[in-house]
């Protein structure tokens, strides 16, 4: 079995982060006041606020609850991350960690055909005719689907009847 670092993978970006410049202002636990824990913390969380990785960084922490036992992780303490996971179990059982995992490269996989074969100006036009067309016709009329109705029922026996009327008089 593959352990939970391998399935979803530690989030880089070419952009320079905090968390890379200054590792020191996440680290929290390292403050005995507690004001200024609090506001250290404040501040970590503006910090990854506009972090272009927080929401691979959160995956990566949760899934990694042995290598984030301390500090701040996309803007969650410890205990934060600890109700997460359990939402998290809750939500897709124990194995949440590879349910995750295949969202993500499905969504990976979806993106990249996306970037690969775009769809023409003239394919859209005629999906959105198709669809069009589709929702604006009305459907086909059929009668033997209709429920039979008694006014339904004695036009046919009248029609019957006439029918065997006038073949009974042309054999004759």
Known sequence: MRSSSTRIPFPTTDTPTRCADDP?????????????????????KRACAGCPIATDCLKWALANKTLTQTGVWAATTVQQ?????K????????GWVAVIADADRLRQEREQAARV???????????????ERLTAS?????????PMTPAR????R?????????????AA
């Open 117 to 131: 074969q775009p769809v023409s100006v003239r394919e859209k036009a005629m999906a959105r005719l198709e669809e």
């Open 24 to 44: 020191a202002l996440f680290a929290i636990e390292d403050i005995p006041d507690e004001k200024e824990r609090v506001k250290a913390l404040a501040q970590a």
């Open 158 to 170: 009248r029609l019957l009847l006439a029918g065997l009327t006038t073949n009974a008089k042309a």
């Open 138 to 146: 009305p459907a086909p009329y059929e009668p033997w689907r209709e």
């Open 153 to 156: 029922q004695a036009q046919n």
């Open 81 to 85: 991350r600890g109700v997460l996971r």
């Open 87 to 94: 939402k998290l179990i809750r939500r897709h059982g124990p």
